[in-house]
Nanobody, 120 residues
Framework: VQLQASGGGLVQPGGSLRLSCAAS????????MGWYRQAPGKQRELVAG???????NYEDSVKGRFTVSRDNGKNTVYLQMNSLKPEDTAVYYC???????????????WGQGTLVTVSS
């Protein structure tokens, strides 16, 4: 199983970016998917998560600005980021809890990370 993230880049404060992360390989079912970020010198933190049924949760500082969504048919999770601030600058990682077979254990997988830089 692989998670491939894309969509990062350089954006000015107040701008928008959309991150995507597609899971591929042997997949039976994907449970929760989400996005984490890690800024220089800081610990990795959860930004947003979404269950298979569409329930979401957000880190307080991104509420009202970021929206997480998923397409279960495409095994893909998205993060729409609006009103970006310099403090949103970080490497963003996607995460997914996946069962590879009907009788296998649920385990988490990570994407490679995509850099988001918010700067004028």
């Amino acid at each position: 199983v692989q998670l491939q993230a894309s969509g990062g880049g350089l954006v000015q404060p107040g701008g928008s970016l959309r991150l995507s992360c597609a899971a591929s390989g042997r997949i039976f079912v994907i449970s929760t998917m989400g996005w984490y970020r890690q800024a220089p010198g800081k610990q990795r933190e959860l930004v947003a998560g979404i269950t298979w049924g569409g329930s979401t949760n957000y880190e307080d500082s991104v509420k009202g600005r970021f929206t997480v969504s998923r397409d279960n048919g495409k095994n893909t999770v998205y993060l729409q980021m609006n009103s970006l601030k310099p403090e949103d600058t970080a490497v963003y990682y996607c995460n997914a809890f996946i069962k590879r077979d009907w009788d296998s254990l649920l385990r988490d997988y990570w994407g490679q990370g995509t850099l988001v830089t918010v700067s004028s």
